[in-house]
């Protein structure tokens, strides 16, 4: 499958996916979707390499939220829109896959990161966030409720007061405080986002990738688990990373006081 509205490159052990509709600020098409749906079979695919998978968007944003102008999304009888089943039909299974993959995923945030745009940055192991860039939940200016998972994800991250105020006010969410928030990892310069971001995926694409996505399945699941589930949860994730050669080498390289050598296996 050829794209358009998306780019998606391989690197080494780094997959790169970009927004790519720029005249739009990147705002989520039905093609869009279709070509991410794709991507992610891509990235999923072991035969190419991937090992962090490194999302972005080109030109001045990141994602701005849904494409209100997609004609696409409306039934060509009535004009109108069923914002829940294109949800249900693409948003969700999409966003499920990111949370599957076997992968550190970094976010490098270049621009607004609006509406459902929001979701996918947050969707980043780790965050990084260019200083001119910002947040916003707009949902409430269209007269629509927050979706891809903020509901869920915001007062997690940032407590039910903060999440509340975002969703309610739909106002912007600067770089500088949502560090201050804890809601991302880094802030960069914006010239200098993408070589940092670029560095740390691939860092962790050097790693021990499986335990590295053991952890990341970790920290989701225990945001919904009880301490005695999650303890149970380690134990069993644990052996999981105890049964990689990985683990063989980590402990080998840390005996013999040299840097691991780590396959992601």
């Known amino acids: 499958m050829s794209y358009e509205k998306i780019t998606l490159s391989f690197d080494g052990a780094v997959a790169t996916l970009a927004f790519n509709d720029p005249g739009a600020m990147n705002s989520v098409s039905l093609a869009m979707l ?11 695919d072991p035969a190419n390499g991937a090992r962090c998978l490194l999302i972005t968007g080109t030109g001045r944003g990141f994602c701005a939220g849904a494409n209100l102008a997609d004609g ?11 914002a829940g ?15 599957e993959l076997k992968m550190p995923i970094v976010t490098a945030v270049n621009g607004a990161a609006a509406g459902v745009g929001m979701s996918f940055a947050l969707m980043g192991d780790m ?60 802030v960069y310069d914006d010239g200098e986002l993408m070589a940092n971001a670029r560095q ?8 021990p990738t499986v335990a590295l996505a053991l952890i990341r399945r970790a920290y ?15 134990a069993v994730m644990q052996r999981q990373a105890g ?23």
Not at 34 to 44: K, N
Not at 72 to 82: I, L, V
Not at 225 to 234: A, F, I, K, M, T
């Open 34 to 44: 279709r070509e991410l749906r794709d991507a992610m079979s891509r990235i999923e």
């Open 72 to 82: 696409e999304r409306r039934d060509p009888n009535t004009g109108q829109m069923d």
């Open 85 to 99: 089943a294109v949800l249900e039909e693409w948003y969700h299974p999409l966003l499920l896959r990111l949370r």
């Open 127 to 186: 965050i990084l966030v260019a200083r001119s860039a910002y947040f916003l939940q707009a949902f409430r200016r269209i007269g629509l409720i927050p979706d891809g998972g903020s509901t869920w994800l915001l007062p997690r991250l940032l407590g039910r007061a903060r999440a509340m105020e975002l969703s309610l006010m739909g106002e912007k969410l600067p770089a500088e405080r949502a560090l201050e928030w804890g809601l991302i990892n880094r």
């Open 200 to 207: 740390l995926a691939e860092e962790l694409a050097a790693g």
């Open 220 to 234: 989701w699941d225990s945001l919904d688990n009880s301490y005695e589930e999650q303890l149970h949860n380690e």
């Open 243 to 265: 049964r990689s050669k990985d683990f063989i080498e980590g402990v080998s390289a840390f005996l013999g006081k040299r840097a691991a050598s780590f396959t992601g296996k």
